[in-house]
């Protein structure tokens, strides 16, 4: 069974920045093409990014292009979102996806507020 496990969140003031990361633990990691879902209270969850297994493409949510980057290390099976000029819309807890499985991680809270 995979395990996800999100980390990096935080509070941040508007205009920062931070690097969320989710470690996974099953070894066909390079095989699957992963996403990052946010939820924030009251809405439903949307996807904020999404990259291939081999990392070769990328794709975003209109709302943060420009400003959020998707990555992976399969070596590591490690995913990452960085999260650049970070808006007060952004805040939400934001969730590693496995495929297209309803495998996730537990979350990682994001406050963005001065």
């Known amino acids: 069974q995979v395990q996800l496990v999100e980390s990096g969140g935080g509070l941040v003031q508007p205009g920062g920045s931070l690097r969320l990361s989710c470690a996974a633990s099953a070894f066909t990691f390079r095989l699957v093409a992963m996403s990052w879902y946010r939820q924030a209270p009251g809405k439903e969850r949307e996807l904020v990014a999404a990259?291939?297994?081999?990392?070769?493409?990328?794709n975003y949510a209109d709302s943060v292009k420009g400003r959020f980057t998707i990555s992976r290390d399969n070596a590591k099976k490690m995913l990452y979102l960085q999260m650049n000029s970070l808006k007060p819309d952004d805040t939400a807890m934001y969730y590693c996806?496995?495929?297209?499985?309803?495998?996730w991680g537990q979350g990682t809270q994001v406050t963005v507020s001065s």
């Open positions: 990259i291939s297994s081999t990392g070769g493409s990328t």
């Open positions: 996806r496995w495929g297209t499985t309803n495998t």
